[in-house]
């Protein structure tokens, strides 16, 4: 056999007269490398294969070692497979499905006759420990796919025979820790004991292959880290997440209702209904500034929109459908296709366009039930929703307009943390290749021309074409996809849109979807979140709060409290009759920006004495100051207390 040449990041080229696995090459290169070698990437793909992977000639190969981002991806695979060993030794009529990687940890699903139990997750955790410390030798066979199905037919393992079937492969992986084994293609470790550690974190229920109408499972999540010490750093974040939980924050501030008769529709009080129109109130003002004319489009259509905007052959699972009489109608989870018919009832010129429209029309989605999760998911919702259409010439100038709107948004929410992915072609699609080159061609060109920092997201555009997600990272560096644009040349078309050109000829506008805050619903859970539902002044629904220490002080509050309502300040005089503390503690609960307190100094002074939600405090600080200065604070949208501005 000729010589395979492996090609290493440094340039240098390792020569083998075999076709040699990544840890080969690894062992060729020093001992102590080998030790720590986790797996591979070859050629320039992201993707960690597996260090038993036999390499071509020519191989481009990057060794993933211990301690590395992408060694994470091997540990946790790995260690899913140690959690079903430890479940199937301590529980052995339980029977094993999949266990994947997923963010910041992994699950494995379990078809279990009994649920799991806090007092089951400790004793398992025990057991993979025991596990860890055995640091027993993983090894990796082929199979022939009969042998398999055989072998996990025997052992009652119908989930893994049905994959096996799936697959309709001739041969399958599979991998051994001592006489435990599983299918899988990999990656994973050499011993169980480069997986330093893992923690049971929850359980869940789950339908088979996400299938309502499939057994339910028992799904298991928990993490694995390079370190202890990155485990507890992890942790600790996730304490602080569980407290920032924002249907734990939108009860406790008294935002949101639930009810099961609404399953995933939640009520907004007449609290929270306040922080929803702020954020409308303030967008509708980035659309005077921007050029946008809002409309109100139908919220129920006849079927045959969404057969010809290429919803129902491409989104027809998500959208809530009905039949009247020999019609069918459906409930609109998007706008696009309503604002195609509105662009199309008048005949435009090249002269009109761009033609920016917004909506804040109600959306409606069929979400599994499984599937939501308090604001953030959820089957109703309001988006800061518009399209742009427009020339071809125009594209640059509208992403830029877009792009500046959205970081001046992000900037006064204290966002400016976020990061932009350039979403490609999914398989399911509509529109010919061709059209979807130059959609992904002019998307690209624009970032690149407005010097936009960018990481390509294969695969997941919107079906009608490419798009860009806006990822904000909150305060515990958790990635939210709130903002989009979209590029599309495909529902123009669908809907035969026009425009006269200077030429005096028709021709097809390009559409734009954008958004900046998203779904409101969801935008208010995950600021909630990050701002621990401590919300600038101008969002919260309640800004002051009055609290007299005496009766005697009862027509100074009043007269305060009408002056400050006057400036435009939701502030409400709390007259109860109980203590000072009781009160404080309660407002703080509330996350109440400003707490005022009166007594007789107060009064005979005319001020006020301040406390913030920061625990500072400002004594004699005059009440005319104080009016105009929260007034401004208001106005402005500031971020800070003109406390924390002004120190």
């Not at 943390?417 to 130059?438: A, L, Q």
Request: aromatic share 10%.
């Amino acid at each position: 056999m000729s010589q395979v040449r492996i090609h290493l990041p440094d340039n240098s080229i390792k020569e083998f007269d075999f076709q040699p696995t990544v840890l080969q090459v690894a062992e060729s290169i020093g001992s102590r490398l080998a030790k720590d070698t986790l797996g591979g990437q070859i050629n320039g793909n992201p993707e960690v294969i597996d260090l038993r992977t036999v390499l071509p000639n020519d191989t481009k190969l990057k060794i993933v070692t211990k301690g590395s981002e992408e060694s994470l991806e091997v540990i946790r695979h790995s260690a899913a497979h140690v959690m079903a060993q430890a479940v199937q030794e301590l529980w052995p009529e339980v029977k094993v499905t999949i266990g994947p990687v997923i963010e910041n940890g992994f699950f494995y699903d379990f078809d279990s006759p009994f649920a799991f139990t806090p007092e089951n997750l400790k004793e398992l955790e025990k057991k993979v420990n025991f596990l860890l410390k055995k640091n027993e030798v993983v090894t990796r066979e082929v199979w022939p796919t009969a042998k398999a199905i055989e072998t996990f037919e025997k052992m009652g393992e119908t989930f893994k025979v049905e994959i096996i079937k799936d697959l309709g492969a001739d041969e399958v992986s599979i991998y051994k820790q001592g006489d435990w084994f599983d299918l899988c293609r990999g990656p994973h470790v050499q011993k169980m004991g480069q997986i330093k550690t893992i923690k049971i974190l929850s359980t869940a229920g789950a339908y088979w292959r996400g299938d309502e109408n499939n057994p339910q499972l028992q799904r298991i999540y928990a993490t694995a880290f390079n370190s202890k010490e990155e485990l507890a750093e992890y942790l600790k974040i996730l304490e602080e997440a569980k407290k920032r939980d924002h249907r734990k924050l939108s009860k406790d501030l008294g935002l949101v209702y639930n009810h099961p008769f609404a399953p995933g529709a939640p009520f907004f009080t007449e609290y929270g209904t306040i922080v929803y129109n702020e954020l409308q109130s303030y967008m509708r003002e980035g659309y005077k500034k921007y050029g946008y004319s809002e409309v109100i489009s139908p919220q129920i259509f006849d079927n045959q929109l969404y057969d010809r905007s290429g919803h129902d052959a491409n989104y027809k699972d998500n959208i809530f459908a009905t039949q009247v009489g020999e019609r069918d109608f459906a409930v609109k989870p998007m706008n696009c296709p309503g604002h195609c018919l509105l662009y199309g009832a008048t005949k435009k010129s090249y002269r009109d366009l761009p033609w920016r429209i917004a909506d804040f029309g109600r959306l409606h989605r069929n979400e599994k039930t499984g599937a939501l999760h308090g604001l953030t998911r959820v089957t109703t919702f309001c988006q800061d929703d518009a399209h742009i259409f427009c020339r071809i010439d125009q594209l640059l100038d509208e992403i830029k307009s877009f792009m500046t709107f959205l970081d001046e948004v992000y900037n006064k929410l204290g966002m400016s943390n976020y990061k932009i992915f350039f979403s490609t072609r999914p398989e399911k699609r509509v529109g010919s290749d061709e059209v979807w080159d130059k959609a992904e061609g002019y998307l690209e060109d624009a970032l690149k021309t407005l010097g936009l920092d960018y990481t390509v997201n294969e695969g997941d555009g919107a079906f009608y074409g490419p798009k860009l997600d806006i990822m904000f990272v909150d305060a515990l560096k958790r990635p939210w996809q709130l903002g989009t644009l979209q590029l599309d040349f495909n529902m123009p078309n669908n809907f035969d849109l026009k425009y006269v050109g200077e030429d005096n000829a028709n021709h097809q506008p390009v559409m734009i979807h954008r958004a900046i805050l998203g779904s409101l619903e969801r935008f208010i859970g995950v600021y909630l979140e990050h701002t621990a539902g401590r919300l600038p002044t101008w969002l919260s629904p309640r800004q002051v709060v009055i609290m007299n220490i005496t009766s005697s002080h009862d027509e100074y509050c009043k007269k305060l409290e009408q002056e400050l309502k006057e400036a435009g300040v939701r502030v409400h005089y709390d007259d109860r009759n109980e203590k000072l503390g009781y009160k404080i503690r309660e407002a703080q609960l509330k996350q109440i920006p400003y707490m005022i307190t009166v007594g007789d100094q107060e009064v005979a002074d005319s001020t006020v004495a301040v406390r913030l939600l920061t625990g500072d405090n400002k004594k004699g600080y005059a009440k005319s100051d104080f009016v105009k200065n929260i007034k401004n604070e208001i106005e402005n949208k500031n971020l800070k207390t003109f406390f924390e501005e002004v120190n």
